[in-house]
T-cell receptor
Framework: AQSVTQLGSHVSVSEGALVLLRCNYS??????LFWYVQYPNQGLQLLLK??????LVKGINGFEAEFKKSETSFHLTKPSAHMSDAAEYFC???????????FGTGTKLQVIP | DAGVIQSPRHEVTEMGQEVTLRCKPI?????LFWYRQTMMRGLELLIY????????DSGMPEDRFSAKMPNASFSTLKIQPSEPRDSAVYFC??????????????FGPGTRLTVL
């Protein structure tokens, strides 16, 4: 079975500050890991993904995440928050079977001017 | 590609009425997922299909909910009879295991259902 835990349902940062959204996963096989972003009244869209290879993954809008197997973590970071980053972020894990993806409960990011 | 298409985008109905939500996945994708999102329960997987066959419907709340995928380009989620607690945003997503997609799911814009 696979699962995802996102620490913090709400995170607030000042504009220009570091963004850090935490995600820990559980998987019985080498996982595929994803971060999705959801803007208000929209569907989820892929921010970045880890499959194999380099453990530091870069995504859109300046976000990146690092896969740490020893810590079973896949935290999302961005050096400098922008107002447009305000959204809800979902971490997700897949074990590859039938392409099913298990989503975390989401973290709402607020960016304070 | 037009992406995942869902219709209608908004649906307002009265308790007891039948509701049908529709989804057209991305051409070539072989898996399709129905999700429900509410403030209280977050994002829930209801059912998913692989090659038009239902694989896991354990997330379907009760017998009032049913889903079909008659062909690779169309799926429906039906609620009969609808209840106010079914009010939510329903998302359809599709994915393909071919190439390097690695199970990335592409989401539609969602259908916002309100049951009065």
């Amino acid at each position: 079975a696979q699962s995802v835990t996102q620490l913090g349902s709400h995170v607030s940062v000042s504009e220009g500050a570091l963004v850090l959204l935490r995600c820990n996963y559980s998987s019985s096989v080498p996982p595929y890991l994803f971060w999705y972003v959801q803007y208000p009244n929209q569907g989820l869209q892929l921010l970045l993904k880890y499959t194999t290879g380099a453990t530091l993954v870069k995504g859109i809008n300046g976000f990146e995440a690092e896969f740490k197997k020893s810590e079973t973590s896949f935290h999302l970071t961005k050096p400098s928050a922008h107002m447009s980053d305000a959204a809800e972020y979902f971490c997700a894990v897949s074990d590859g079977g039938y392409q099913k993806v298990t989503f975390g409960t989401g973290t709402k990011l607020q960016v304070i001017p | 590609d037009a992406g995942v298409i869902q219709s209608p985008r908004h649906e307002v109905t009265e308790m007891g009425q039948e509701v049908t939500l529709r989804c057209k996945p991305i051409s070539g994708h072989n898996s399709l997922f129905w999700y429900r999102q509410t403030m209280m329960r977050g994002l829930e997987l209801l059912i998913y299909f692989n090659n038009n066959v239902p694989i896991d419907d354990s997330g379907m709340p009760e017998d009032r909910f049913s889903a079909k995928m008659p062909n690779a380009s169309f799926s429906t989620l039906k609620i009969q009879p609808s209840e106010p607690r079914d009010s939510a945003v329903y998302f359809c997503a599709s994915s393909s295991r071919t190439g390097i997609s690695y199970n990335e799911q592409f989401f539609g814009p969602g259908t916002r259902l309100t049951v009065l």
